[in-house]
């Protein structure tokens, strides 16, 4: 996975969130099955909300809330 696909610079807050990790994309799309072009609508959907990669691909109806609660387990232990 290209992490050049995370570089966008953030501007909205000065408190922004941190953009997810290339595990976490990497986990999204290898093992939930989740499209490329999910992740990345996802990502700038995230970006622009300064909220979480997880929750707001769940808002979105990127992901089930199965797929989000596999998610924040996985988080948990990573």
Known sequence: MESNLYSMHINNTSNSINPPSDELCNFIIDKLGISR???ELGIKRARLENSPLPIVMWSYGLITLFQL???LM?????
Do not use: D
């Open 69 to 71: 609660k596999t998610i």
């Open 37 to 39: 072009s999910a992740l």
């Open 74 to 78: 996985w988080s948990k232990g990573y």
